[in-house]
DNA sequence: CGGAATCCATGCCGATACTG
DNA sequence: CAGTATCGGCATGGATTCCG
């Protein structure tokens, strides 16, 4: 019989981070939204715009949620009609760093798919 | 009437592999799972202990998932009773900045919840 | 424009039981 | 030990409609 080791590593520091943040990232378009808006202030439509298939009410969810997390704050501008614009704020910056590893990763797994098609 | 602005950025390169990656990092427990196997070969039983609270059945089918991808290999060693090793490919050690990325985002997600309870 | 409200399909995942 | 099989809840996200 063999002995089970025991863990070789601590646990995700502070019992899983790992899924606090996963809870927020994991929303299929999280990382996307995060990622437009990492390039300067947005407004909805134009938001609705860039994630291409993604409808209103998941939009609100998400940018609901993540206002609450402190990560962007929306900001109504008195025009007419009155627009709204939502933007990182700094919490928010330090995602981009998460957001560009997963991004490379993803590239990475695609190259690997694709590969994989034209071997078989 | 405001004009809509185009896109600031690009989209997330070659459409999205930001989804393409989540769709798979995305699963709740398997970002702790690639935590976990970075620090080595690990069998079965050893990282349902680890992922305290997993059922046999996620953790088999998220095995699968990542052995499909390519990210871990499976390994059948010839004990008694046998054993099968898991462990992470030279692609899925690619995944470990992001995982870490991810991780530390997730600390910081987590002192700021902290903070706004004590401050409240 | 910027949403809110409602209904509904999908599937992720847990619990439980069983196997070579 | 290392899984497979089956059932089912419940959250996630899509489609549609309506509002100030």
Same mark, same amino acid.
């Given at each position: 019989? &063999?002995?089970?080791?025991?863990?070789?590593?601590?646990?995700?520091?502070?019992?899983?981070?790992?899924?606090?943040?996963?809870?927020?990232?994991?929303? $299929?378009?999280?990382?996307?939204? *995060?990622?437009?808006? @990492? @390039?300067?202030? #947005?407004?909805?439509?134009?938001?609705?715009?860039?994630? $291409?298939?993604?409808?209103?009410?998941?939009?609100?969810?998400r940018?609901?949620?993540?206002?609450?997390?402190? *990560?962007?704050?929306?900001?109504?501008?008195?025009?007419?009609p009155?627009? &709204?614009?939502?933007?990182?704020?700094?919490?928010?910056l330090?995602l981009?760093?998460? *957001?560009?590893?997963i991004?490379?990763?993803?590239? #990475?797994?695609?190259? *690997?798919? $694709?590969?994989?098609?034209?071997?078989?």
């Amino acid at each position: 019989m &063999v002995p089970r080791r025991k863990s070789l590593v601590p646990p995700p520091p502070e019992s899983c981070p790992l899924n606090t943040c996963m809870k927020y990232l994991g929303g $299929a378009w999280t990382p996307n939204l *995060i990622w437009y808006l @990492a @390039a300067g202030p #947005r407004r909805f439509t134009e938001l609705k715009h860039d994630l $291409a298939g993604i409808s209103s009410k998941m939009l609100t969810t998400r940018l609901r949620e993540l206002t609450d997390l402190g *990560i962007l704050v929306r900001e109504q501008i008195p025009t007419s009609p009155p627009t &709204v614009e939502y933007r990182l704020t700094k919490l928010g910056l330090e995602l981009k760093p998460a *957001i560009n590893a997963i991004a490379s990763v993803g590239m #990475r797994l695609k190259e *690997i798919a $694709a590969l994989r098609k034209t071997r078989v």
